[in-house]
């Protein structure tokens, strides 16, 4: 079956850390940049960082910039999402998927697919 399986998620106090996997199963991930998401309750999904894989090219949206870092071990077919500093409002699920078209960053995502389950992040005293 080819999916991403995320993992990591639990539950964090303010300024705590936790360092999501996203794993694929049934594919390589090669060549695909690689986007984590997350979805909090009543709210939109929103793109939280990106990894490229032909040029490493990484974005991050503004509200987790200088706490979250994304990083991808090819070999282990599997990408990582540190999040450091952690928020009341960085409680949500949070996804991976594979930009199918796209192998950089750069310019925005193309066709996203195989969504994995999400893993639930709650950040709270």
């Known amino acids: 079956q080819v999916q991403l399986v995320e993992s990591g998620g639990g539950l964090v106090q303010p300024g705590g850390s936790l360092k999501l996997s996203c794993a694929a199963s049934?594919?390589?991930?090669?060549?695909?940049?690689i986007g984590w998401f997350r979805q909090a309750p009543g709210k939109e999904r929103e793109g939280v960082s990106c990894?490229?894989?032909?040029?490493?090219?990484?974005s991050y949206a503004d509200s987790v910039k200088g706490r979250f870092t994304i990083s991808r071990d090819n070999a282990k077919n599997t990408v990582y999402l540190q999040m450091n500093r952690l928020k009341s409002e960085d409680t949500a699920v949070y996804y991976c998927?594979?930009?199918?078209?796209?192998?950089?960053?750069?310019?925005?995502?193309?066709?996203?697919?195989?969504w994995g389950q999400g893993t639930q992040v709650t950040v709270s005293s």
């Open positions: 998927a594979a930009d199918i078209e796209r192998s950089s960053c750069r310019n925005g995502y193309g066709t996203l697919a195989y």
């Open positions: 049934g594919f390589a991930l090669d060549y695909y940049a």
């Open positions: 990894i490229g894989y032909s040029d490493g090219s990484t």
